[in-house]
């Protein structure tokens, strides 16, 4: 006998071939896009356009695979299809990595590569080279992992040139990467450049290993708001030299964790050069970092010279070693204060020489061995020009502007307004309703889109998870919704049901001089609030919506300085009360004055929005 779901089922698979109009929109009307027009028109005091802008984030899944998949998810079992249904309801995902035994007795060259996953790749070699150019190069999402690549191999040498450059999400793992090897080398240049969300980790990476050495030129510069992790990179090595040049320069929000780096290694040779160079806010750890190590050789040179802020942290740093060598020149010569943490650095160790030559403010040194250190020219002032802080090349000229600036015939920048997440749709409310979204429940969430421990992957979800859990701000109401009707319930629910939703039409225009055009004002150029929703990078298309209080909300045609013709039409926010911004808000640094002081505005960028009470 059929249950009552099943009937359900069926229904939808027999309507499936009929098409019906609603809202000016032909199609199914069983689709999740029929649904929300439906829901719109009921909803809002208006209708929706078929050429509006939110029906594009709208899921694409037909009826039939809306719910197929809806009780795939009521019986917890999405995980089961989880390619088809990222495919089919457009969902950003990491591919499986299927596992590679593949052997190669020569050398072997990867050009214009994709995923790929490594697994006792190049074992035993005996000298030869391997090169990786242009691997994954300009991918949406790039997974690879090497495991037990060139282990006990002899005089073997492997080079990654243009590795994964351009790309928007990387996850790269090397897990025993050419451990208990003798000779040879691994030469990493320009890894991972321009990425935007790289997470790499080399777990026991040159373990063991004989005069291996390890060279990274370049390595993740300009990129943005990722994390490495050196987990006993250099385990118990002997004569291994590495060498760090450009590493993390011109990066933003970069993090770096080195865990028993080093570790009871004999005559290892680490070089930091410019690293983390001119970068924003760049997060470094070293913990246990030569520990129990012998006759070490460490230099930091330009390390975080000429960066924004940022905060390192040495914990046990050569404890208990014998005979370790460490050059701080130049170090943590921000150009606005950051900190500098060394605790237990060089205890219980002998016969060391550790020297700081030109080192920054706010460094503090706790429980430190006081034989063997010297201290030469101590900053007490960040790097800043005739007094005044110097405002980081990570505000971006015409990111934020005076209300004044929109007026027909001026001329200002734009900054960069693309989008860079990855494109996701909503999903339809009736499986979004059955995905669990709460931290207490991520090992659930890892399980359905198949995202592994230290994954990237569950780092994302976890990230987003937090901040959609934090509390509001005073005066602040906020919601974090993964469905367009739960977007339009909670805009309505501030706004009230006579509301209108707005984006900048496109991108043209971004990081050049634009003209304004014609300026008009919403509501009139009255003090009004608005609705902002920010995307965040998750699985499905994922918005962060707050209520946002005292704005005044334009829409302007913006030209092109040259021709004077029109080739984007911006919507902009002007927030009137900047009371309980930080002092150290980007707007401050770039406009000069602080909280309270002055209205501070921003375009809306692509894919972003802003919901306002309608007009007429």
């Not at 282990?151 to 025993?176: E, L, P």
């Not at 007094?387 to 502007?401: A, I, R, T, Y």
Request: charged share 20%.
């Amino acid at each position: 006998m059929l249950n009552l779901w099943n009937l359900l089922f069926l229904s939808f698979v027999h309507f499936s071939s009929f098409s019906v109009t609603l809202g000016g929109v032909s199609g199914n009307p069983f689709t999740p896009k029929s649904s929300f027009i439906r829901y719109w028109n009921k909803e809002v005091h208006r209708e929706i356009a078929n050429t509006h802008f939110l029906l594009s984030k709208v899921s694409p899944l037909t009826a039939v695979d809306s719910a197929s998949f809806s009780k795939l998810a009521a019986h917890n079992n999405l995980a089961s299809r989880l390619p088809s249904f990222c495919s089919s309801a457009k969902l950003f995902c990491f591919p499986d990595l299927s596992p590679s035994l593949e052997k190669h007795s020569k050398d072997v060259n990867f050009a214009v590569y994709l995923a790929r996953n490594f697994t006792n790749y190049g074992s035993d070699r005996l000298a030869g080279l391997d090169s990786f150019k242009n691997y994954s190069e300009n991918d949406n999402v790039v997974v690879d992992s090497f495991r037990r690549y060139s282990r006990d191999s002899a005089g073997h040498k492997d080079q990654f040139s243009n590795y994964a450059s351009a790309s928007n999400v990387v996850d790269q793992s090397f897990n025993t990467y050419g451990g208990a090897a003798t000779g040879g080398s691994g030469n990493f240049n320009n890894y991972n450049h321009e990425v935007n969300v790289p997470n790499l980790r080399f777990t026991s990476y040159s373990d063991d290993s004989n005069g291996h050495g390890q060279t990274f030129t370049h390595y993740t510069e300009e990129t943005n708001a990722g994390k490495q992790s050196f987990s006993n990179y250099g385990k118990k090595g002997n004569g291994v030299p590495n060498d760090f040049t450009s590493y993390g320069k011109d990066s933003n929000v970069m993090g770096s964790d080195f865990s028993g780096y080093g570790k009871t290694a004999n005559g290892a040779k680490d070089t930091f050069t410019s690293y983390a160079f001119d970068s924003n806010n760049p997060v470094n750890g070293f913990k246990s970092y030569g520990d129990g190590g012998n006759a070490a050789v460490d230099s930091f040179s330009s390390y975080r010279d000429q960066s924004n802020v940022g905060d390192s942290s040495f914990q046990s740093y050569a404890k208990s070693s014998s005979g370790a060598k460490v050059d701080f020149d130049n170090y943590g010569q921000s150009i606005n204060e950051g900190t500098e943490k060394f605790t237990g650095y060089g205890q219980e160790a002998d016969g060391q020489s550790i020297g700081f030559k030109i080192y920054g403010r706010n460094t503090t040194f706790k429980d430190y061995t006081k034989k063997g250190v010297t201290f030469s020219r101590y900053s007490n002032e960040s790097s800043t020009t005739s007094g005044k802080v110097v405002v980081s090349k990570w505000v971006q000229p015409g990111k934020f502007f005076r209300e004044k600036m929109l007026k027909r015939g001026m001329v200002i920048p734009m900054p960069d307004i693309k989008d860079k997440m990855p494109a996701r749709s909503f999903l339809p409310r009736t499986i979004l309703s059955k995905i669990p979204f709460s931290s207490s429940e991520i090992d659930q969430l890892k399980r359905i889109f198949h995202a592994g421990d230290n994954s990237t992957l569950g780092t994302i979800m976890l990230d987003a998870l937090k901040e959609c859990e934090r509390p509001p701000s005073p005066g602040e109401t906020k919601l974090c919704v993964g469905s367009a009707e739960d977007m339009v319930d909670f805009a309505t629910s501030v706004l009230g049901r006579n509301v209108e939703v707005r984006t900048t039409q496109n991108v043209n225009g971004s990081k050049k001089n634009i003209v304004i055009g014609s300026v008009g004002k919403i509501n009139g150029g009255k003090m009004t609030k608005s609705v902002s929703c920010h995307q965040s990078l998750y699985p499905y298309l994922l918005y962060y919506c707050h209520s946002v209080p005292k704005v005044r909300v334009y829409e302007a045609d913006i030209l092109d300085p040259n021709s004077m013709e029109k080739i984007n039409h911006g919507v902009a926010i002007c927030h009137l009360d900047t009371s309980s911004w930080s002092s150290g808000h980007g707007a401050f640094l770039a406009l000069g004055s602080g909280p309270g002081r002055i209205e501070v505005c921003h375009w809306i960028f692509e894919n972003d929005m802003t919901w306002t009470i309608a007009d007429s």
